[in-house]
C-alpha cells in the first residue's frame, strides 16, 4: 500500500470478482468477448466514471493516445492507397496496444489486467474459438454430437443383435 511515485496505492472495484468472471460476465452482457480495456475500465473507473486511481487513469490516457494514432494511420494507409481499410481495431490489436500502454512489474506482470494476466503472451484466444463462454459452448456440443453417434451405433447393434436372436430362434425351430 506504498505511495508508488505518487501515485497512490493501486486501486480497483472488481470487489471479489476475479477479472475472468467480470469478463465473462461482460461476455454475457455484450454478446461478444470484451476486450481487455473494455474490462480494464469496468474494473477500474467508478460508477461516476471517474478513475480509481491516478495510475488507472494515466494507463487509460496512454491506451487512447495509441488507439487514435493506430486508428489515425490506418484512416492515412486508406488515403494515400484508394482502397479501403476496416476504421477498427481487431480484438488482438486493441488488447496489444492496451498491454503497451500499461505497466509491467519486476515480475512481468502487466498493470490492471488482473487474472486475465495468464491469458496474455500467446495464451488469450480471442472472438469466436476463444472466451470461456464460446469454449464451454463448443464443448456441450462436441459432447451431445458423441451421444447422439454412441446412441446411434447403440441403435445398430441392437439391431444386430435382435437379428442374430431371430436368425437363432428360427434355426432352433428348424431343429425342433
Do not use: C, W
Not at 18 to 45: A, K, N
Not at 48 to 67: I, L, W
Amino acid at each position: 500500500m506504498s505511495d508508488r511515485n505518487g501515485l497512490s496505492p493501486h486501486n480497483h472495484v472488481s470487489g471479489l470478482k476475479s477479472y475472468l468472471q467480470i469478463e465473462q460476465e461482460m461476455e454475457v452482457e455484450l454478446g461478444r468477448p470484451p476486450t481487455i480495456p473494455e474490462v480494464f475500465l469496468r474494473t477500474h473507473t467508478k460508477k461516476d466514471g471517474t478513475f480509481v486511481d491516478k495510475k488507472a487513469q494515466a494507463v487509460h490516457e496512454a491506451y487512447k493516445k495509441r488507439r487514435e494514432a493506430k486508428l489515425a494511420a490506418q484512416d492515412n494507409d486508406e488515403s494515400s492507397d484508394g482502397t479501403s481499410r476496416r476504421s477498427e481495431l481487431s480484438h488482438e490489436e486493441d488488447d496489444e496496444l492496451f498491454l503497451q500502454s500499461t505497466y509491467i512489474n519486476d515480475r512481468g506482470t502487466y498493470f490492471g489486467v488482473g487474472s486475465l494476466g495468464s491469458y496474455i503472451n500467446g495464451k488469450r484466444k480471442y472472438p469466436g474459438s476463444s472466451s470461456t463462454f464460446t469454449t464451454l459452448q463448443q464443448q456441450l456440443e462436441d459432447a451431445n454430437r458423441k451421444i447422439e453417434e454412441q446412441a446411434a451405433l447403440q441403435a445398430e447393434r441392437d439391431a444386430e443383435a435382435s437379428r442374430v436372436a431371430a436368425e437363432a430362434l428360427r434355426a432352433n425351430q428348424i431343429f425342433l
